[in-house]
């Protein structure tokens, strides 16, 4: 086989749901003879060889034979009656390409003749990609045509001069022995080096589906003219001006200055290749630097010179770039776009009348792929938009054609305007992005501050109880009073507005009433944490220009500066209350956050700003006066006065955790419990440390999660264990919180963090602040009435921070928030990650946050943080911090290998730690500054195999790669093993070790310590009825497997009577328990059950979509399982629970008698006539050995 085939039977062999075919259609508005067309059609399958090819395989290794005759038919349909004649037609076409291919056995080449009227006809070809490529499509329908004209005229068709597929063979190793073959090389590893890595257009998602989903778009014949004339003007050929258009748009939505773009091409460089039928096909790569200040016309000039140099070394295969480069995972690419140009000549006449081509399709997309079929004949230009069901859905495809289409509108109109400024939005989804999703306006009740609003419910309710700190409670009237009183007095210690108060006291109620004093007082309030280092809290004091300090008086000496007065908290003659002095313009609290540069920053809120933010929550989470609010964040952090202000308007009670209770995990959930709280806000990190008591109740909790990212795998636990999960997104800057998101399971896989609060607006701004269209990844910016005043006595940091809100009508301000984010179609935002975050590695932006969440895909992996790292003496390096399941880390070759099968070198940390903890902030944070250096790293020592098994798979890795030593952590590409080899250890398992597994295993397992793990999970023989994972029907290869889940007795026989009733295509496999067959076995919880199922499941079907039935017990691990799953961002294709329920504290059980018979029934077990039913366990023991 050729290095093209063997690739392309290699991932046939890693994705067996996918169908590598290539399917085209004739269809012809004349009258034919269809009998003609199928002697035409079995001409050719003498005339070209590649279609009588089969693939044959011999311990691994393939190999193609041509078989002397056509082992095929071709049928003729006359659907000419039918209805819908045309559905008819591609209904049995669609069910030919989706057919499982038969590699050894043919024909890999099928065909049809359909009749559809009495002047329509069409003619079908359906062909494996292993053996012909698109060019070989349409010179056999050229061919096709010559015969069928021919035939008809009754005379001899002129000579087929094409050449025999197995001579591929020796053309290529030609080239593989000469000159140009290293001289391509060489181009190929200087054009690719330091790979940036691949930009996408899809939303996140498993990049590995069956199907395939397609848009189509075209250019009307007049927008084709103006193209071929502006790229004549400027040196460019209508598939470079093409290609430049798709650039340009992939940038305007990625921002990715260096982009690849990967382009196939025939790769028939000369007139014997071309007269050879066969699979040559390659597919090259375009990098393009993409300069937004340059006219988008010196694009052109720069595609059709990367372009014509690309061409010169088509040659080199795709296969060897990728091993070259070090990419042996499958989920590694060079691109994630491909853009097709399918320049084929289909000049095709039959008869009187020409034949209309129509591609059906194209094999599978692993991103996405714009055919353009180009066919210079003066008609529209069409184009397909092929693309992996996965990662994208119809409605994203429509509107990428739109805007392509719009985007080629304005560079005909202004091919001088600068690439970054190049419209791609219509009207109407600029409508929508900026004013329809942003419809959020709501009047504020006047006047619009939280005292005023305070005072209103104390008119309603002067005896409720609304503060709480231990045993003591305030009621409104109290709370009011007294804040209203102390504030009289700091007024006439000489507090007023426009004043800055500290306050620095413990938790307790009595700091509730000092924070409300202050702002009566018409000052703002600064908040300090009296735990705090001294240095810090002075250096805010200094800062903010305070005037007073609220704190005890032993404080006093360590806090007060030249000029400040001591405020008592508790005044010994309080003064009469007075009016609020606050006003809705006035600066309510100055709130001091981290600056990049080290130095804290002052951000000034308005009371406006706090009660609209109050008056959206009040609005969003509708709490009730019932309702009890746990306030356990410091008050230095922003989103405590959601906690304690929020309460104070709706009637519902503050309950004030005392200090340090965050860090007290016990403690904190006795509180919870003991005050029935019912509204908890936490950070993730917080929510983490709640969770790990599982004997908690927080089933009528809603949680309120944010001030962090949220990783999917949390989000499933919160989902299983609290009554409601809201996540809330929001920087200081635009007053606590500004988006929100009520989460569902369906959810968990990637939580977004939703839509704008009540009068506000956000916007995704690229670099230039131009508005992006839905899913491409920019800049949050958010605007409204929660935006800051800005940073208190810095004008230029505010300035750059803080502008005019260019896209509202009522010239206010909006922040420009630094974090990265995307919108889906529903308008809601999803987090990507902080844009200081990126980290230049080798000259490219990485954003540590995606290696992160791919190493949360690991299943020993709990936590994991990724930082740039340097010693001053070396380039920034990639340093990941993890912390593993259960207090077990996994092993960095373990966690490497993991990452390469999904990222680019690129995003490779090079150095690892092993956490037992990540360290957090007071604010429940993670601490970044508390995270341990790397200590120097050893060089990985050479491991020696330490049992049989794994002397065994060395001794196999030594013969299939031809080396002396290896270790049982060595990568084995990394030893020069590639897929071609991996394929011949595949199909030594079932020999050697008596498991089956898929090729893919050795992508995900590439060490001998790896695969002695996995076989070891999946290690079973035929005869053994109480392996974990037991095979109940092998089904039809490349067809959806059924997961059958035990009920409580542990085994899975009982559902061998359930196969009956099943597809007969279906392969079905048992998961029994693993304490059959050892005793000692003890697992933690139905959770930690389902990971380990799930790892043996990955065995033989590593990614989805996945199809599970579990019966009583076996419906809870299901279900389980499925949560694990989906938080790995795999689909659930079918979950079936039989006789399943939540599982009960105190469930009735039955006697042992019933339960003994009731296992008898579940296991299926025949009784003969005169043998008594079992009535106890060991009765029930000798009948199991029995059968």
């Not at 109290?478 to 004043?499: F, H, K, M, N, Y």
């Not at 700091?511 to 810090?536: F, K, N, Q, T």
Request: aromatic letters at 6%; a negative charge; proline letters at 7%.
């Amino acid at each position: 086989m050729t290095k093209a085939q063997r690739g392309l039977w290699v991932a046939n062999k890693l994705h067996t749901d996918n169908t590598l075919m290539l399917a085209e259609v004739l269809e012809m508005f004349c009258p034919l003879n269809p009998q003609v067309l199928i002697r035409a059609s079995m001409q050719l399958t003498q005339e070209f060889d590649t279609l009588r090819l089969c693939i044959v395989e011999h311990e691994g290794v393939p190999s193609q034979v041509v078989l002397p005759e056509y082992n095929g038919t071709i049928p003729y349909f006359d659907v000419s009656s039918d209805p819908a004649p045309r559905n008819a037609a591609e209904h049995w076409i669609d069910e030919e390409i989706r057919k499982p291919e038969d590699l050894q056995n043919g024909p890999l080449w099928h065909c049809a003749v359909f009749r559809l009227g009495e002047d329509h006809h069409i003619w079908m070809q359906c062909v494996s990609h292993l053996v012909m490529d698109g060019y070989c499509a349409s010179v056999m329908m050229q061919r096709m045509a010559v015969l069928y004209n021919a035939y008809v005229a009754d005379v001899e068709p002129e000579p087929a001069q094409y050449g025999s597929a197995l001579s591929l063979l020796e053309m290529e190793q030609h080239y593989r022995n000469s000159d140009r073959f290293q001289r391509d090389r060489e181009y190929w590893m200087q054009q690719l080096a330091d790979l940036p890595p691949p930009a996408t257009l899809a939303r996140p998602g498993n990049h590995l589906s069956t199907g395939l989903l397609r848009g189509a778009w075209q250019f009307s014949p007049k927008q084709v003219v103006r193209l071929r004339a502006l790229g004549k003007e400027y040196g460019a050929s209508l598939p470079q001006m093409l290609i430049s258009l798709i650039a340009a748009y992939y940038y305007r939505c990625t921002g990715a200055e260096d982009l690849v773009l990967a382009m196939p091409v025939t790769g028939r460089i000369n007139a014997r290749y071309r007269q050879t039928a066969g699979l040559v096909a390659n597919v090259i790569s375009l990098r393009l630097k993409m300069d937004p200040q340059q006219p988008i016309h010196t694009l052109f000039a720069q595609v059709s010179s990367v372009v014509r140099h690309a061409l010169r070394h088509q040659q080199y295969r795709f296969e060897d770039v990728r091993r070259d480069l070090g990419m042996f995972g499958m989920e590694q690419k060079f691109a994630r776009l491909a853009v097709n140009i399918e320049a084929f000549d289909y000049t095709l006449r039959f008869g009187e009348a020409y034949a209309v081509p129509h591609n059906l399709s194209n094999g599978p997309a692993d991103d996405l792929t714009i055919f353009c079929y180009e066919r210079g004949d003066g008609a529209a230009l069409r184009f397909d938009l092929d693309a992996n069901p996965a990662l994208y859905d119809s409605e994203e495809l429509a509107e990428h054609c739109r805007r392509l289409t719009h985007l080629a509108d304005a560079v005909l109109a202004d091919p001088e305007c600068a690439l970054g400024q190049v419209d791609i939005l219509g009207d109407s989804e600029r409508r929508r992005l900026l004013h329809t999703w942003n419809n959020t306006a709501a009047p504020l009740p006047e006047p619009a501050t939280l005292l005023h609003g305070m005072l209103q419910r104390a008119e309603l309710m002067p005896a409720a109880v609304v503060a709480q700190y231990d045993n003591r409670t305030l009621d409104y009237a109290t709370l009011c009073e007294l804040a209203s009183r102390i504030a009289a007095q700091w007024v006439a210690d000489g507090v007023g507005p426009g004043d800055v108060v500290a306050v620095a006291l413990p938790r307790s109620e009595q700091l509730l009433v000092a924070l409300l004093a202050v702002m009566w007082s018409g000052a703002a309030y600064l908040p300090l944490d009296p735990e705090s280092p001294a240095a810090r809290n002075r250096q805010m004091l200094n800062d903010s220009g305070a005037i007073g300090l609220v704190c005890e008086p032993a404080l006093c000496e360590r806090y007060l500066l030249g000029g400040m007065v001591w405020l008592d908290p508790r005044p010994a003659v309080l003064p009469e209350a007075i009016a609020p002095l606050a006003t809705p313009d006035a600066t309510a609290y100055v709130l001091y956050t981290s600056g990049s540069t080290g130095a804290p920053k002052g951000v000034e809120i308005s009371h406006r700003n706090l009660f609209n933010f109050l008056h959206a929550m009040e609005h969003e989470l509708a709490l009730r006066p019932r309702d009890r609010v746990l306030a356990v964040t410091t008050i230095t952090f922003d989103i405590a006065g959601l906690e304690l202000y929020l309460p104070l308007l709706v009637g519902a009670r503050v309950v004030i955790a005392p200090a340090g209770i965050s860090n007290d995990p016990r403690s904190l959930s006795r509180l919870i419990a003991d005050e029935q709280i019912s509204v908890v806000q936490a950070t993730p990190s917080l929510w983490r440390i709640l969770l790990a008591n599982e004997d908690l109740m927080l089933d009528r909790i809603h949680a309120l999660i944010g001030g962090e990212a949220l990783v999917p795998e949390l989000a499933t636990q919160l989902l299983s264990r609290v009554g409601r999960l809201t996540q809330l997104y929001g920087p200081t800057e635009t007053t606590i919180w500004s988006t929100i998101m009520p989460l569902q399971l369906t959810d968990a896989a990637a939580p977004p963090i939703g839509r704008p609060l009540l009068n506000t607006r956000v916007y995704v701004l690229d670099a230039q602040r131009q508005p992006l269209p839905t899913g491409a990844i920019g800049e949050l910016y958010i605007g409204g009435a929660g935006v800051a005043k800005g940073y208190r006595g810095k004008r230029q940091l505010t300035s750059e921070r803080f502008m005019r809100d260019p896209f509202a009508d009522d010239g206010g301000s909006m922040y420009r928030t630094g974090d990265r984010v995307r919108r889906g179609n529903d308008g809601l935002l999803e987090f990507i990650g902080r844009a200081d975050a990126q980290l230049k590695i080798r000259g490219h932006r990485v954003e540590p946050a995606e290696i992160e969440s791919t190493l949360l895909l690991h299943s020993q992996v709990a936590q994991a943080v990724v930082v740039g790292h340097s010693d001053g003496d070396h380039a920034l390096q990639l340093l990941a911090y993890v912390v593993g399941k259960h207090g077990n880390a996994p092993s960095v070759e373990l966690l490497r290998a993991h990452l390469q099968q999904r990222l680019p070198a690129s995003m490779i940390p090079t150095q690892w730690v092993p956490l037992e903890a990540l360290p957090l902030t007071p604010n429940g944070k993670l601490d970044r500054r508390a995270l341990p250096a790397p200590g120097a790293l050893p060089q990985r020592a050479h491991l020696a195999p330490r049992d049989a098994l794994e002397r065994q798979l060395a001794t196999m890795l030594q013969e299939v790669l031809g080396i002396e030593v290896v270790g049982v952590e060595d990568n084995f590409f990394e030893l020069g093993g590639d897929s071609l080899r991996a394929a011949e250890m595949a199909a030594r398992f079932p020999q050697m070790f008596g498991v089956e597994l898929p090729l893919g295993t050795l992508f995900h397992a590439p060490t001998i310590a790896g695969l002695a793990e996995v076989i070891k999970r999946s290690a079973h023989t035929p005869n053994d009825p109480l392996s974990v994972l037991l095979p109940l029907r092998a089904g039809t290869a490349g067809t959806t497997p059924l997961f059958c889940i035990h009920p409580v007795i542990g085994l899975g026989w009982s559902y061998l009577t359930l196969l009956g009733q099943l597809d007969p295509q279906w392969p079905v496999y048992a998961l029994q328990s693993p304490a059959l067959s050892d005793p000692q076995h003890r697992p933690e919880s139905i959770e930690a059950i389902a990971r380990d199922y799930l790892a043996r499941m990955r065995t033989v079907q590593p990614h989805g979509p996945y199809r599970l039935i579990g019966w009583s017990l076996g419906g809870l691990i299901a279900h389980a399982i499925t949560t694990e799953l989906h938080a790995l961002g795999e689909d659930v294709q079918l979950l079936a629970l039989l006789d399943s329920y939540p599982h009960l504290e105190q469930a009735a059980s039955l006697p042992v008698a019933d339960n003994v018979r009731v296992s008898v029934q579940a296991l299926g077990l025949t009784l003969a006539p005169d043998e008594p039913m079992p009535t106890t366990v060991a009765e029930l023991a000798r009948l199991l050995c029995d059968h």
